[in-house]
């Protein structure tokens, strides 16, 4: 079942049929990155994807590293108005990205699997620190239980390497996706769907679509790369789930007064419940609307532009989404809520 059939059956969320604001913000979007000459970097790049944060793509250890950031991007948000856990002043993803970049910098071996395999929970929780020392990032102990399942998978068929893993696959990526969705137990995101009407399971697998898209875009132009394909790639904006408060701030998202009132309350949302799967398929279908509505526009303006390459609206509208979010951040969280959702798939 596609996520589109989830949104016009879902009955606690509902995806507006105007909005106008969040189409006029994508528009300006690309019009201030053509003028700041950052036009190639939001059509064709991950915003998320940064150099500081990210390995190069020559560095040795970029897949291993690549793969360790993915499987640990999940859970990263404490309640609304409770302590979040920060690394350097920042949150989420972010802070992720800079905790485990500041192991390797520490002589931390967190990306070599024969290294994390092992790890302790306490090695885990010094690389993890957070800024005040006290605040722990959620679920540290399926942390190490997930670390060290994927690393015994690594060892034992894969040389110990992700980079082997890698080079089995690439020639296509979409078996490269299915081999890491069944090899790896965390990436396997599979839920059944059930309201009144209708009872059906749905692979989401937002964790694995993000560690293709990473693996795509850091390889680009090496022996690991492989061409971007628009039919195979999905959405990857549960790279950071709180692009769920940038659809409602623009009212595109709905809910209804009874998981509005659970979300303000901070009330836990399981993994696999209706509630979760519809916020979270509505939030990927509007990526598909969104680039329907925009794109006459889109086109028109790089043709005056005598700009011939073609848009992956796709990555425009995660980079987009992405941006906001970060432009708005304090804005989105005094006003918005957002998921409380703790899980090992996102």
């Not at 190639?40 to 250890?61: A, G, M, N």
């Not at 992720?96 to 500041?102: D, E, F, Q, V």
């Amino acid at each position: 079942m596609s996520v589109e059939k989830i949104a016009n059956s879902a009955e606690d969320v509902s995806i507006s049929a105007k909005y106008p604001d969040i189409i006029w913000e994508l528009k300006s979007y690309l019009h201030q990155n053509y003028y700041k000459k950052n036009l190639k970097q939001v059509l064709y790049s991950l915003s998320r994807f940064t150099p500081y944060y990210h390995p190069d793509k020559c560095d040795y250890i970029a897949a291993d590293w690549l793969f360790v950031l993915n499987t640990m991007n999940f859970a990263l948000w404490n309640p609304k108005n409770t302590t979040q856990w920060t690394v350097d002043g920042l949150t989420g993803y972010q802070a992720l990205c800079i905790a485990i970049k500041r192991a390797i910098d520490n002589n931390m071996p967190i990306w070599d699997p024969k290294y994390y395999t092992y790890i302790k929970q306490c090695d885990l929780e010094i690389i993890f620190k957070s800024d005040d020392g006290k605040t722990s990032i959620p679920l540290i102990r399926e942390r190490v239980e997930i670390l060290h399942q994927v690393g015994k998978v690594l060892l034992k068929k894969y040389q110990g390497s992700f980079k082997r893993f890698i080079e089995l696959y690439k020639n296509n990526p979409f078996t490269l996706l299915v081999k890491i969705v069944n090899e790896f137990e965390s990436y396997e995101d599979r839920v059944i769907y059930k309201n009144t009407t209708i009872i059906h399971k749905i692979d989401l697998c937002s964790k694995a679509w993000t560690l293709v898209s990473d693996i795509w875009f850091c390889f680009k132009g090496h022996e690991l790369g492989f061409d971007y394909n628009p039919n195979l790639m999905k959405s990857t904006i549960f790279a950071d789930h709180r692009i769920s408060q940038v659809l409602l701030h623009f009212k595109i998202l709905k809910y209804s007064e009874k998981l509005m009132t659970k979300l303000k309350n901070n009330e836990p949302l399981e993994h696999g419940s209706p509630e979760e799967i519809e916020i979270r398929s509505c939030s990927l279908h509007t990526v598909k609307l969104l680039e329907q509505a925009i794109s006459k526009d889109c086109e028109e303006f790089m043709k005056k532009k005598g700009i011939e390459r073609k848009i992956d609206y796709q990555i425009l509208i995660d980079n987009f989404l992405w941006d906001y979010r970060h432009a708005h951040d304090q804005l989105l969280m005094e006003t918005q809520p957002f998921p409380n959702i703790k899980c090992v798939y996102y």
